[in-house]
């Protein structure tokens, strides 16, 4: 799964906090003391990941640590990489055949990766080991390439809505429902937005909402409203809909003519983070990824979690990285049995006890499954009635087709939408145009 503005945020991820330690230097984690198998010769693994927060990247050695446990003969030298920096160094890594011999790809980023031929093919040990029959269908749909397996995944993120009950209680509005099938519709997440937007004379001390002005969630919602990214094969952008322009009119329209959102530069300008602004009461409502909820958790104020507005349909979409092994390594065997690790209940459940991550096994979704994960202390009341929202999310769109520049040129149109008066209308007519061009290539 972090990539565009959009994704940074995509990014990232938390890993299992089992009984045993990882010791840090240089950013590796260490052989564990237990002896490795009589006779054995000890396998070293490099693998990089990128890092989105120490709390991940902790989590992440946490995870490795007890695959090593498991495996003594086994030694994975994990190298967190800066996100910003991360695909390219990948691709020039393998490229240059100094590529690592398992790593994280993002799910935007798979398909094209794989296009490049540098991706060892997994198909024949997965299907001894795994079915993807096994996942939700957003993530089985993202690791099949055409009948084969270049990546696995380890859970599934999509956007969520979230709000800060203290505020939602001091005005006495009734919170979002979490149950997917009770969301508030687009009116009343509008009208609630009001209610909790405040102003001192001229100045707005307290915002009702914030998040949608990115793409990433904006794709969301234009899903909820019945439109579409792409035509049905991904070949060509097909975003200039009624339904598209509805979605996007209605986002701008929050912040200037109804004065309820700030814009991301306010946020700068003031030069907190949107899970601040939430934990502060600054802005009372805001649309993330679910990953935020890790952090949110650790905050020390009141936070729930509820499922998106929706338009037409109560919908999410879903994604998130999966790991894959460079072709050329010299460790296929060993790098697997770590990739079938890094995709085992055992692995996900600690990282989404932590509230990093949702599963993406359907085991995890049955009620006896979601016992092994839920966590009081970092999921909120109500949220065992939204798991579904995950379960049945689409697809995120664009970890479907391979030529990702288009994210790109949505950024760059979307930017002239919301900061610079360009008008909807043209802001979809030119972001289909562009794409189609690249698409096209």
Known sequence: MRMSRMLVIVMLFSLISAACSSTTTNNTVNTPSNTPDSGKKIVTLDFMGWEASPLETESVKKGLALFMEQNPNIKVNYQPVPGAQ??????????GNAAPDVFFLGATEYRSFQERDVLLDLTAQFELDMSLSDFIDSSAEIMNIDGNIYGVSSCTVSPVLYYNKDVFDKENISYPPSDPAKAWTWDEFREAAKKLTVKEGDKITQYGAFGLENFYMTSAEILSNGGSLFNADGTKMAINTPEANEVMQSILDLRVKDEVSPTAKTLESVGMKANQMLQTGKVA???????????????????????????????????????????????????????????????????????????????????????????EAVHP??????????????????????????????????????????????????????SNVELAK
């Open 285 to 375: 409502m805001v649309v993330d990824g679910s990953w935020a909820l890790q952090e949110l958790a650790t905050m020390d104020f009141p936070v729930g979690v509820a499922a998106l507005p929706s338009f037409q349909k109560s919908t999410t979409h879903g994604q998130a990285h999966v790991h894959s092994a460079s072709k050329n390594t010299e460790h296929p065997e060993e790098a697997w049995k770590l990739l079938k690790f890094l995709s085992s209940e055992e692995y996900q459940i600690g990282l989404i006890n932590e509230g990093l991550w949702m599963p993406n096994r359907r085991s995890l979704y049955t009620e006896e499954g979601i016992k092994k994960w839920y966590n």
């Open 381 to 434: 009341e109500g949220f065992k009635e939204m798991v579904m929202f995950f379960a049945e999310a689409e697809a995120y769109p664009f970890t479907l087709i391979t030529e990702n520049k288009v994210i790109d040129i949505i950024n760059e149109e979307t930017d002239k939408l919301w900061y610079a008066g360009q008008s909807v209308d043209d802001t979809l007519a030119n972001i289909e145009t562009r």
């Open 86 to 95: 991360y695909a390219q160094k990948l691709l020039t890594m393998l490229a």
